[in-house]
């Protein structure tokens, strides 16, 4: 009985000690899921010019401590503006027409990304795109105070060709003056990761404040004392 006992127990850490072997070669599968979790969406805004300043500060107002993106988007002659943020707050705004999308941003791998500084009066504008061609442009809200946000800002540009890559981001610096591209010791994939989960601040990245104001209007939505009648 002892002995049967003993080649029971030698087989069975035999078989541990195997099944060890054949699996410490493989990774272990990342979780897929959005770091924010469940509770977070990306949303077209189908109202874009109903996103006004009272609108941002409620949206900071009741999440101090949560992301906040709004993100304008260009493909081809085509052009989007989401929002990314909680869902349960965001379904508080129906004048925003919200519409719920798969996230963007983890669909593309020939990009490059940026990060970049506001200056006052900044409005994004996108190069020419052909209809493979696209342009993001990325403001994540920090904290407000008063009538003014600390804000990141982003750009990433997404060609088949890298030579192409080079030459639109080139354009849109030329294009876009009001906006420089920060020099920070990220490397691209870091940028990506940076835009693909609305980091807020990277290490040693500088900081920014801009007017409830000023982010509309980098994003291309005027007040409706600018607007044409139609």
Known sequence: MIFWLLIFLIILVASVLLAYSSMKNFPEIPDSKNQYGNQYGVFLVRSPNSLNSEILQLLKENNKNQTVSLERLFKGDRRALVIFGP????????????????????????ILAFEIGMKDGATFVASKLSDDEEIWYQIILGFSKENFFLVQTRMAVISQSPERRQSLSDDLFSLNKTFSKL?????????????????????????????????????????PSQRLST
Not at 96 to 101: G, K, M, R, T
Not at 205 to 216: N, V, W
């Open 87 to 110: 869902r349960n707050t965001l379904n508080n705004f129906p004048e925003l027409e919200l519409l719920e999308l798969e996230d963007y941003v983890n669909f593309s791998q020939e």
């Open 183 to 223: 020099v920070l010791p990220q490397n691209q994939s870091q940028i990506h990761e940076g835009f693909k989960k609305r980091i807020l601040f990277p290490i040693r990245a500088q900081k920014f404040y801009s007017s409830t104001k000023e982010i509309l209007s980098s994003l291309g939505i005027l007040p």
